[in-house]
Structure formats: C-alpha cells, structure tokens
C-alpha cells in the first residue's frame, strides 16, 4: 500500500514539474524573416528583447509605413501607417548592410513597430518592457529579393550572449522548383517513348 502511494506522489510531482516547464515558456529572441510569397516579399517578425545595457538614445514620433533599406541595414517592420511614438536604443552590433537596395515601403502591415537602424540601433515600442512578446508583418507587392535589393543570408545584430538580446533577419535563398517545364517535357517524351516501343515489342 505504502509503495503505491509512494508512486502515486512521484507520478504527480512528475507531472506538476513537466506542467510548469511547458506552460512557462519565455519568449524567444526577436527574428524578422522575409520570404516569397507567390509575387509579393513578405516579412514577419515575432519574439522578445532584454534591453539591459541597451540605452536610450532617442524617442521618435512615427507616421509612415514600414520598410527595408538594405544597403545601410535598415527596417522597420509594423502597421501600414502609424501615428505612434518608438524608443530607439543604441548599443548594438553587428552587419552594416544585408544588401544593396535603397528604401522600399511596404504596401501593407501589422502589428507592433519594430526594427533595426543603421547596424546598431534597436526600434521598440514607446514603454516596451524587457521580455514582452513582440509580433509584427509587413508585406511588399509584385516585389522579389532581387527588386528590393536584399542578399540572402542570417543576418544577427546583438548586445550580447545573453537570452533575447539579438536581433535575426533571415532572408533564405530561393527554392528552385523541383519539376521545371523542360523536365516534365523530357518525362513526357520518355513515357510516350517507352510505351511505343513497348507497343511495337508486342506486335512483332
């Protein structure tokens, strides 16, 4: 009796930590992600910064769309107009371009305003707090990578190796498709082939 009470409070003590782990789960470090979609180039972004040892270099009206300007590494993803007020934090590092394009506005968007200026400063929010889940998407129709002038590639700007302290563009090469015109023309051409000669076997 007393060994299947014992098991019975293991199996919920189990239970109660594995709960916990999978109901607490802090945001993931903040990654913006442009990828074809049909004609258009889209961008999403989801995730969270800790602004410990960032610092607070400006705070900024904005009331423009979002948008990407690669040579200078530069984009702002968020709603299509915003009449809202963003800090800037400065004290990150890394690229200083992910590309050679000039400015580009997206058509549409949504979400939360967020970005990264020139390689090292940090766009959030006005009275965004450490950890917050931030999520945001902008879109740019009839576009491609080539047209906004972005290279592909994982581009990180950070603080430091701490959780949540980068900032990740990712822009993943181009898929080529698997089956092209030229190639199910040649599979064409075998089968009608195979099944003629086939045919022809038969007769003789």
Do not use: H
Request: charged share 10%.
């Amino acid at each position: 009796m007393k060994t299947l009470i014992a098991g019975a409070i293991r199996c919920s003590l189990m239970f109660l930590v594995t709960a916990s782990l999978f109901s607490v789960r802090p945001a993931q470090a903040y990654t913006v992600t442009l990828e074809q979609v049909g004609s258009n180039v889209v961008a999403t972004g989801s995730g969270a910064f800790n602004l410990r040892g960032l610092t607070l270099s400006n705070v900024i009206a904005i009331n423009q769309r979002g948008f990407v300007r690669a040579f200078d590494a530069t984009m702002l993803t968020g709603p299509s107009f915003t009449n809202g007020t963003v800090n800037f934090y400065s004290g990150l590092t890394g690229p200083t371009s992910f590309g050679s394009g000039s400015m580009f506005l997206a058509d549409t968007g949504t979400g939360d305003f967020v970005g990264i200026a020139l390689g090292e400063f940090l766009s959030v929010p006005l009275g965004y707090l450490s950890g917050a889940p931030l999520s945001d998407s902008m879109t740019f129709n009839n576009a491609t990578f080539a047209s906004l002038g972005v290279t592909p590639g994982t581009y990180v700007w950070s603080r430091g190796t701490g959780a949540n302290q980068n900032f990740t563009l990712e822009i993943p090469a181009a898929v080529p498709e698997s089956g092209s015109s030229f190639g199910l023309l040649l599979l064409s051409f075998a089968v009608l082939f195979g099944a003629s000669r086939s045919r022809s076997l038969r007769l003789a």
